[in-house]
Nanobody, 126 residues
Framework: QEKLVESGGGLVQPGGSLRLSCAAS????????MGWFRQAPGKEREFVAAINWSGVNAYYADSVKGRFTISRDNAKNTVYLQMISLKVEATAVYYC???????????????????WGQGTQVTVSS
């Protein structure tokens, strides 16, 4: 079982950058694909990015391609989301999630993940 804890959120001006971290405490982190999702006020949770278990393959929502980068350090049981050129519409609670299975490629759908963090707030505002 994976316990996930996000950190790194905060208030940033439009055009600014943030790096989110998600620390996992379970034994299977290095075998699981990981994903980042976000939920803006009044909206459904949406896919942001995912990375496979080895870190070789990553994919992104169209809305963040070229500005967000997902990465992982399996030695530290941590996955990251580097965000640059942030826009106001990026304001949301950001969640990391661990894949349901092992040695997978990840998923763009919430149903593909069994373990979720509590979320970290990102606010983009001037």
């Amino acid at each position: 079982q994976e316990k996930l804890v996000e950190s790194g959120g905060g208030l940033v001006q439009p055009g600014g950058s943030l790096r989110l971290s998600c620390a996992a405490s379970g034994r299977t982190f290095s075998s699981r694909a990981m994903g980042w999702f976000r939920q803006a006020p009044g909206k459904e949770r949406e896919f942001v990015a995912a990375i496979n278990w080895s870190g070789v393959n990553a994919y992104y929502a169209d809305s963040v391609k070229g500005r967000f980068t997902i990465s992982r350090d399996n030695a530290k049981n941590t996955v990251y989301l580097q965000m640059i050129s942030l826009k106001v519409e990026a304001t949301a609670v950001y969640y990391c999630a661990a894949d349901r299975g092992i040695y997978g490629v990840g998923s763009t759908h919430e149903g593909g993940y069994d373990y979720w963090g509590q979320g970290t707030q990102v606010t983009v505002s001037s």
